[in-house]
C-alpha cells in the first residue's frame, strides 16, 4: 500500500505487505531528514534519518529515499506487521546554523490489518 | 530506563493557573528540545537549549512561557497564566551535538495538558 502525500492522512494495509508512506517537504534549503513513529499516547520514536548527500538509506525493514529534485522523501516498511501501525511523521532541518530545528509534516496513519 | 523522561504525564489546570513541567534528558546529550503537538498535527519547536543556554524561542512562546536549563542536565518549562489554547502534548527530546552533524532527536512521551 502507499500513500500519495500529506493530504491523504490514512494507510491501510494488509499484514505481510509493503508499506510506502510519502512527505513532501518544504524548503530546499533542508538538508537533514528523519522517520518518525508516534503511537498513541506516546511521543514521537525515531525510525530512520538521512542526509541530503544521499538518495537512499536502509535500515531493519525501513528504507528511507530522498529525491532532492521534486523534494520527495518515503518511507518503505518491509512485511508490515500489526506493530507497525501508528502515525508516521517526517521532519526536516536546515542544518546547523537552525540549531538542529525539525519541522514536522502532518503525519499519516498507517493501519496494518490481521 | 535511560531514554527522556517527563513529569508529569498528565496536567489539570483551571485557566489562569501556572504550571510547571520537567524534563530529564538523556545523560550524555548536550542538546534539549521542547516541542508541542495539538491533536491530529506534527510537533512545533517551541525552544532549545545547548547546554545551560537557549540558543533559540520560536514565536509561538509567548511571554507567558519561559523555559530554563539552569546546570546544563534537566530543564523545566512553566506557563504562566493558563489559557484554554493551551491545552496540548508538551513534548521533550533531547540529541547529541556531533561535531559538524545533525543527529536524531529523541523524544520523551510527552505531558498532556488539559486547561478548564
Known amino acids: 500500500g502507499e500513500s500519495v502525500g500529506l493530504h491523504l492522512p490514512t494507510l491501510s494495509v494488509q499484514e505481510g505487505d509493503n508499506s510506502i508512506i510519502n512527505c513532501a517537504y518544504s524548503?530546499?534549503?533542508?538538508?537533514?531528514f528523519i522517520w518518525y513513529k508516534q503511537e498513541s499516547g506516546k511521543g514521537p520514536q525515531f525510525i530512520i534519518d538521512?542526509?541530503?548527500?544521499?538518495d537512499k538509506r536502509q535500515g531493519q525493514r525501513v528504507t528511507v529515499l530522498l529525491n532532492k529534485t521534486v523534494k520527495h522523501l518515503s518511507l518503505q516498511i518491509a512485511a508490515t506487521q500489526p506493530g507497525d501501525s501508528a502515525v508516521y511523521f517526517c521532519?526536516?532541518?536546515?542544518?546547523?546554523?537552525?540549531?538542529?530545528?525539525?519541522?514536522f509534516g502532518e503525519g499519516t496513519q498507517l493501519t496494518v490489518n490481521p | 530506563d535511560t531514554g527522556v523522561s517527563q513529569d508529569p504525564r498528565h496536567k489539570i489546570t483551571k485557566r489562569g493557573q501556572n504550571v510547571t513541567f520537567r524534563c530529564d534528558p538523556i545523560?550524555?546529550?548536550?542538546?534539549l528540545y521542547w516541542y508541542r503537538q495539538t491533536l491530529g498535527q506534527g510537533p512545533e519547536f517551541l525552544t532549545y537549549?545547548?547546554?545551560?543556554?537557549?540558543?533559540?524561542k520560536s514565536r509561538l512562546l509567548s511571554d507567558r512561557f519561559s523555559a530554563e536549563r539552569p546546570k546544563g542536565s534537566f530543564s523545566t518549562l512553566e506557563i504562566q497564566r493558563t489559557e484554554q489554547g493551551d491545552s496540548a502534548m508538551y513534548l521533550c527530546?533531547?540529541?547529541?551535538?556531533?561535531?559538524?552533524?545533525?543527529?536524531?532527536?529523541?523524544f520523551g512521551n510527552g505531558t498532556r495538558l488539559t486547561v478548564t
Open positions: 537549549f545547548q547546554n545551560e543556554a537557549q540558543l533559540e
Open positions: 521532519a526536516e532541518n536546515i542544518g546547523e546554523t537552525s540549531g538542529s530545528r525539525l519541522t
Open positions: 538521512i542526509r541530503s548527500n544521499m
Open positions: 545523560s550524555e546529550h548536550n542538546r
Open positions: 527530546a533531547s540529541s547529541e551535538r556531533r561535531g559538524r552533524g545533525n543527529s536524531p532527536l529523541h
Open positions: 524548503n530546499s534549503a533542508s538538508d537533514y
